[in-house]
Every structure is written in C-alpha cells, then in structure tokens.
C-alpha cells in the first residue's frame, strides 16, 4: 500500500506492507487525511517520532473480526490509544493514559497511508449528513471543544483568543456559540476574515488589544503570544494554554500567584460534541480548505502545507 | 395614549396619560410588545400587580433629557430597575437588587402601551441587521442565556430540558449551541418539531426517558415537571429550577442530600450575550411567534396568547 513515512525524512512509500489488525483493533481503509501543525514539527524533527505520519482522518472499516458490526461504517477515531487499566483509564481520562500510543505521533503509524489500524472502542460512526471535507476536521474540532470542556465560559465573559490558524479559527467559532464576546487577534487578514463573515470581531496582533479579558486563549504557538495572553487576562482570569512550545518559555509566575490567575493547559478533547457541532451545521470548516492532493503527492502536498498563510491541506487516499 | 391595563381584570384604555420620565429615565415609544406566562399569571390574578402590563419589547427612544445620545435610538431594556446603592447592587447583581421595581410586574407600568419610562442605563441599542420581531425576544432569551452563565454545561453532558413552552424551546437552542446532547421533552408535537428541525432529539412526555442526565432543566410551570426533573438527574448532576410555582412543592430534601444533587434557581439574563446569539443567527426565534396583534385588540390577543398550543402572541404599538 502507499503510506508518507517519516524517518529522519519524509518519504512517500508506494509498497509500504499493509499492517495486520491487533485483536480488538480495526482495518481502516483511509478516505480523507488531513495535515496538522504537529505533523509539519515531526517532519522539522522536533518530536521524535518515526513511521506513518498523520492523524486526523475519516475512513471506512475494511475490516474488524472481534467486532464485524463496524464493517463498512464511515468512522473517525480518538487518537490517543489507551491501555484500559492504568489509573488515568479507570478514573475515565483515557486520553491520559501513561501506556497510550498516539496516532501517526508516538508509537502508532498514523493514517497518511491506503490503511491503518485502531481499537474498534476509539471509533465514531460518522453521521451521513456530514461529508467526509468536514469529517477530517472532527479531531482538532473536539480539541476546540476541550475548553469548553475544561472552563466554564459564561454567556458574558469577553475572550480572546490569539493565533487565527487553524486551531484559533476553530477555537473561536467553538466559543462564539456560547454568546461571549470573543475577539480574534492574529497575523492574517483573510484568515481574520473567516470569523468576520460570522459576525465576529477580529483584531490585526499589531494593533493595541484592550486588557482585562475573563478569558484568553493562546492559540499562536509562539513565546510572544504567551507573553501577550499574560499581559491581557484580568486579575483572576483563566489563560488557556493550547500551543505546545519547542523552547521553554520565560514565565513570572509570583505575577500569576499576584493576579491569582488560573492557567489551563488543554490539549485533546471529546469527539461526540464536535460531531454534533458539525451536523447541526454550527461551525463553519469549508472555508479552512486550502488545498487537496492525492496521497500520491504527498511531499508537495506538505510543502503546501508549510507555506506562509496556508491553512488546512487535506490527503485524499 | 393607549395601554393595557390590569387592576383585578384586563381592561384597554385609549386614554391613557403619557408617562413623564423621572431623571435618568427615558421616554421610550413601543414597536412591539410580547406576551409572556408571567403576563397570563398577572391577569389569573397570581401577582397581585396593579398598572400597564409587559415587559417584553423593542422600541425607540422619543425622550431622554439627561442622556440625549439615546433620542431616536431602537432599544431593548433589562426590566428590573435597580436603586445602583444596596448591597445587591454594589456586589454587581442588579437583577437581585433589593429595592428593584419591576417593568410591568412589580411596582412599574409596563412596555403594553404606547409609551413607557425606564432608566437609560438599563438600555440596550439593537443592531440594525435584528428585527423587530427578533429583538422583542431578547429579554426571554437572556434569561434562557442565564442558565449558561450559572451552569458550567460541558459539551460531554447529557442535558435534558423539560416542558417545551416559549422558555423551553428558546432554553433547547442556547444549550444545544454548547455542543451537548440535548433531550426536549414536551406534551407538544408541533412544537418539539421546531427543535427537531434543528437536529435536535425530542420526545414527548409520556414515553419513557432514560434517567441518569447531567443536568435537567425543569421549564415546564407544573410541580410534575419538578419530580420528572428529580428522578432524570444523575447523582452529583444539576437541577436547574427554571419555572415559578404557585403553590408549594413537595419535595424530598434528604433524596437531594444523598444523591449531592446541585438545585440552582434560575431567573433574568444578561442582555447582550441574548443580542449576540440573534445577531449571529444562531437562534431561531421565527417559528414560536405564533400571532401578531395591535394594540387596540389587546384583549383578543390575550385570550390568543392563553389558548392552549399556543406559543408567542406580539402586540404591535
């Protein structure tokens, strides 16, 4: 089968061998995969991962002998594997999991490939209404669910979020549907434009952002923006952390004990929710297309996908 | 000018004096006027309250003499006037101001007249791209906004919202907004089709419904409703008391006790997050507008507005 490998480069594979379920796992056989920020710093060599790249995806079940029901279903999928025994899986975190393999991240080959296997329990059948161009984004769209999740956003608290990328454009549209009034700050007009045409308001990072927010997202990935988040959250204010940074990052925490502000570190999130978000048509994921490639081009299609000013870029299988 | 007017029965006077605004006060001509439950509990004679009735409206303001920005502006208003010095009001809940009048309910002539009075500073410009006939929903849908802002509802809750009147319908679509799974239970088929055609799950109150919810909210006025809510909330789930009882309800505290149930009495919103959903489109408020009358048939419209399945009458000034 075709796979995109990473080891110590990236390379497209036409005769990788096609993986063997593990019992209780499924055959996926791929549709739709689709590029993230974390897949462009595996290939910058930042994480250490070797193998299969991706994990964002929507597929049909090719195979599933211990649990044949899922045969044929349209599915999205956790990415996280869990163990089921350790004391993250028993007290219902299984996203925490301390024997967890991640998908296409951390010891499982990933979904830029014809096939990939996961457990059957991770699946999600995919509601016919949902095309597969939005399906692909059930993933980083639960990860946006995950502040809603984790801190309780009220009807009048004013938020921003930094960083209009790809994860910040979703971040936004997520906490919009609250009714809070939510500014976008970042670094690209017609990215901006994207939540100006749902009636949001946007803001240009050069220009001066009000301080004093209940709530800040930092969505950018860079010092900079943790730095710009501290400096704009009310006393007593949450600052959620959604960037992982590469470098450790300069942080006066007795002005955080000071201002007795709550940092939240968020990272994957709950599927079901954005499923229905997506069926019921509430978030808007279109507009974040920027390009599809076959898998056949999938080294051009990463070079796309690291270009200044593109947004997501979709592997079609 | 015209009002309508209850003292022990609903009587329309065409004659009405003009109302003179106190300092602070504005003058504000009506658009339209809703007619809410509150209404028909006043003229059933529950409140004791004696004047103009309503408290929902859009209107402009003809007058303001201290804060004349206002003049000509098309406005909402919150409808407990507060005295801005007791200790409700200094700790920044006005709406549980002690000294409070309340528009059309409580101590203050209300919005079914041609002309009303209310302090500026309980006002709020509506966007031109609202209409009329949205903007006049604003006070019940903060209301409905006012469980989001006590309630920390998670995208991963199983939410189930009981009776499916104009507060219930408008309750269903702020919390499926979250992402949650949302269950409206209502005696109404017509009515619950509304928020199916949302894609949300409804079903009617006589068929079974399966227990364990996150959090229940009881918005059905009857105290059944209440003991429905009691048993569907999960230990450690919330209960939000949405409907005012006139009579006493019997209750088992010691069931509330050993299950941890979290009771929270849920009244008045805040307005601009209620303005922020309409003017995003994200609620539809079209469908429960079931008539339309003028001022001048205000009692025909009360006898429509009382008849059973029958949903939002507006009075047209």
Chains 1, 2 share one sequence.
Not at 19 to 31: D, K
Not at 69 to 89: L, P, T, Y
Not at 285 to 302: K, N, R, Y
Request: hydrophobic fraction near 45%; include cysteine; aromatic fraction near 6%.
């Amino acid at each position: 089968m075709r796979a995109l490998l990473y080891d110590e480069r990236l390379e497209f594979c036409s005769n990788a061998p096609e993986p063997t379920p593990l019992p209780g796992e499924a055959l996926i056989r791929v549709r739709l995969a689709g590029i993230c920020n974390t897949d462009l710093e595996i290939v910058r060599g930042y994480l250490g991962f070797r193998g299969t790249l991706g994990h964002e995806f929507v597929g049909v079940v090719a195979r599933a002998d211990e649990a044949p029901e899922w045969v044929g279903k349209r599915v999205v999928g956790e990415i996280n594997a869990n163990c089921g025994e350790c004391a993250a899986c028993r007290r219902g975190d299984p996203t925490h999991c301390s024997g967890r393999t991640t998908l296409g991240i951390d010891q499982r080959d990933g979904t830029m490939a014809d096939y990939f296997t996961l457990p059957t329990h991770l699946l999600y059948s995919v509601p016919s209404s949902i095309p597969d161009e939005w399906a692909v984004f059930t993933e980083p769209l639960a990860a946006a669910c995950e502040i809603t999740q984790q801190v309780h956003i009220r009807p009048t608290d004013r938020v921003v979020v930094l960083g209009d990328g790809k994860l910040g454009l979703l971040i936004a549209q997520v906490l919009q549907l609250t009714g809070c009034e939510v500014l976008s700050v970042g670094r690209h007009p017609d990215k901006l434009a994207i939540l100006a045409r749902r009636g949001m308001r946007t803001q240009i990072a050069q220009e001066k952002i009000v301080p004093g927010a209940d709530v800040v997202v930092e969505a950018t990935g860079s010092p900079e923006g943790f730095a710009t988040a501290r400096a704009l959250v009310r006393p007593r204010g949450t600052l959620v952390l959604k960037s992982t940074f590469h470098a450790d990052v300069t942080l006066d925490l007795s002005m955080v004990v000071v201002d007795e502000v709550n940092l939240v570190g968020s990272r994957c999130g709950p599927f079901l929710p954005a499923l229905r978000l997506l069926e019921q048509r509430l978030i808007d994921v279109e507009p974040l297309i920027h390009d599809t490639f076959s898998l056949d081009d999938g080294l051009v299609a990463f070079e796309r996908a690291a270009s200044a000013g593109v947004l997501k870029v979709l592997l079609a299988a």
